[in-house]
């Protein structure tokens, strides 16, 4: 049987990603910069995690640059995925914390030195904070 490739995607467009943006232009590229691609990884991470310091982080930048490149001239397409982006991590730590207090988290627990078991922990008090967090 001859091998065949997967049929390649066309590139995302606005319709098709609501993460698509238009990346901030610089007129003088500097090695370890804001590059495209690391500005594009930069929101993914955003859309992840719903952290800016924790996103600029992961792709090896700060948090104060990634808000200085948000207030670029011509950043307008990096904002509004910018603000997705931080309502998807946002969304998706709530949903990661919510089946955290609702079907718990294992904790090994160990006796003289040597893991015995594990006991399944409930964080009810999380629970708690988010029930509240959602009647405001």
């Known amino acids: 049987m001859p091998h065949t490739s997967p049929a390649r995607k066309a590139p ?6 609501p993460l698509f943006f238009t990346p901030v232009p610089f ?6 910069g804001w590059t ?3 500005q594009r990884q930069f929101i993914y991470q955003l859309s ?12 090896g930048m700060s ?10 001239k011509g950043a307008d397409s990096f ?4 603000d997705m982006a931080l309502e998807m991590g946002h969304d998706n730590a709530n949903e990661h914390a919510i089946t955290r207090a609702i079907e718990g988290y294992i904790v090994p627990y160990f006796y003289g030195g040597v893991m015995r078991g594990e006991v399944r922990r409930y964080d ?4 708690f904070a988010l029930l509240k967090a959602r009647s405001k």
């Open 63 to 72: 948090r104060d640059s990634a808000y200085k490149l948000r207030g670029r």
């Open 36 to 38: 495209p691609d690391r």
């Open 27 to 32: 007129a003088v590229k500097r090695f370890g």
């Open 124 to 127: 009810n008090r999380l629970l």
């Open 12 to 17: 995302l467009t606005r319709e098709d990603d």
């Open 79 to 82: 904002a509004t995925a910018w």
């Open 48 to 59: 992840r995690i719903g952290v800016v310091s924790a996103a600029a982080k992961a792709v």
